[in-house]
């Protein structure tokens, strides 16, 4: 893995990557300039730390846009196999490009026309392309909406192996300084995701052989998960209680 930083972004192993400063530059960012990579350098930098020696043969990502993330994550990486999905109709010009031209190119998976809170397709997709194997690393880029994102983690958290990591970005849109209503126009009325991140740490509390590490940042969240089996209709609002009361699965904003 060879990184460096140029006033771009960065290029790794050869891939030249454009980081975004705002919301307005993921769209507005030019394929030619390299591909978009829809995060700041803060996670960016995060991610090179944590993953500096994490070995990571199998990863699902949810939430392809242009196709930054994924082909980092497989650069980065250099998994086996990544399988990455998105609703959308089919993959952006700079990112089909990767797909065609980049070396290490061949071990992305990408699926279109997937809504991640259709857990009879990705349970469809992690079937035909890891069998029962268990996966490294998950990283949930996608709706950051409360339910959908829920039921992606409740699908895919239990396939990870001892040790793997599952990371939920943009988890805190509810809570941040919006001036511009710019979260307010794009999530409306939702119930905030910090839900359940909220879940996820008492869950942590209650069951720490499950989830015996979580860091939670001002915008992402990493929870590791641990040797306990989950068990047939893993609900990750099942597992956390106040006074042996269970309080998951619901807004506690609301
Ligand atoms: C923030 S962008 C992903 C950016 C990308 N991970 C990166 O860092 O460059 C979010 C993506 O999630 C997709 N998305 C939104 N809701 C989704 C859903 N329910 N299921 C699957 N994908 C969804 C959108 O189509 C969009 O492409």
Sequence with gaps: MSIVWNDKGFQLNGTQFQLITNLHDLFALKDQEGLVLGK???????????????????????GIFRGGSTAFFNELLRPEKLVAIDFMEDARPGFKN?????????????????????KQRLDEIYTSEFGSAPLDLVVDDASHMLEQTRISFNFLFPKLRPGGFYIIEDWSWAHVYD????????????????????????????????????RIYPTYAIVRKGDAET??????????????TCVGGGDLFG
């Design 98 to 118: 990767y797909l065609d031209t980049g070396a290490n190119a061949a071990s992305v998976r990408p699926y279109f026309q997937v809504d991640q809170a259709d």
């Design 179 to 214: 001036p511009g209503k710019i979260f307010d126009k794009n999530f409306g009325g939702q119930p905030p995701m910090s839900n359940l991140i909220i879940e996820i740490m008492l869950a942590s509390a209650y069951h720490q052989r499950l989830i015996p590490e979580l």
């Design 231 to 244: 068990g047939p209709g893993f609900d990750i609002a099942k597992q956390c209680f106040v006074r042996g």
């Design 40 to 62: 700041p350098r803060d996670l960016i930098e995060t991610y090179l730390d944590l993953f500096s020696d994490f070995s990571a043969p199998r990863i699902f990502e949810l």
